[in-house]
């Protein structure tokens, strides 16, 4: 049972090995009921693993059990990002910087045909794909393709993050750790060179600057840059594309602007 100050870890992978043709999760529910099985995360490989702050590679042995340990990977995003464009700028993609400030459509049947950037370019094109995140600037603000509001389900709707140092080895945990607050939850993401740290909430119930100091408390050392606050309202686009554009669930670049496009 779920109380304050409980804790579990939600592994990838399988938990146990199938007895006798049966999985594993009925023996389990069979010996919980009678007291006397232990806590699930105890018979997952990678949550026993994570618990001790280990990792490993899957082996190659098809007949052990460390065949079959899976694993995610920690991505620092800007130099992710940073991947990305050099490996599609070699591949004869164009990029171009710049902000978005309109956009021209077909005076006929409405579709998108030219962006109108900040620094007076014009981009034609065939196909568009909307990176713009939340702001939705080509499907929604100019095609208004629609949002259905799930506010009423999930009244989250703010975001607080900021990165920190990583003090020590023993700081890179090999696991991404949630904790819950009074309202919302923060997040902890280690990577080699920095810890990523946020916290999520409802605005209804704390407001901006009390949600940064709820963050700020969490840290484990100095933040070394200034916090980035994210805004939304929580629901889906009611098409992921119309007529010539295509939309990402999430954006593939995340910044002040979320305004950037790579165009072909």
Known sequence: MAKKGHAYFHPFGTYGTNIDALPFHHYWLKMQQLGKASDLSQYSLTAVAAYQNKFMHPQQQQNSPLAGINYAYHFDATLYAKFLSSYATKRGVTKLNGKVMDVGLNADIGNIQTLFL?????????????????KGILIEQALKTGFDDWSHYLPCNRAAAVPCHTI?????????????????WTWRIPLQNRIGNGYVYSSDFIDDNAAQEVLLQQLESSPIADINMLRWTTGMRKKAGTKTV??????????????????I
């Open 168 to 184: 020590t080895a023993q700081n890179i945990t090999p696991y991404t750790k949630s904790t819950a607050q009074s309202v919302g």
């Open 246 to 263: 295509l939309r990402l669930a999430l954006p593939l670049v995340l910044s002040n602007h979320s305004s950037q496009l790579g165009c």
């Open 118 to 134: 900040e620094d007076g370019q014009q981009i034609t094109g065939d196909l568009f794909i909307d990176c713009s995140g939340f």
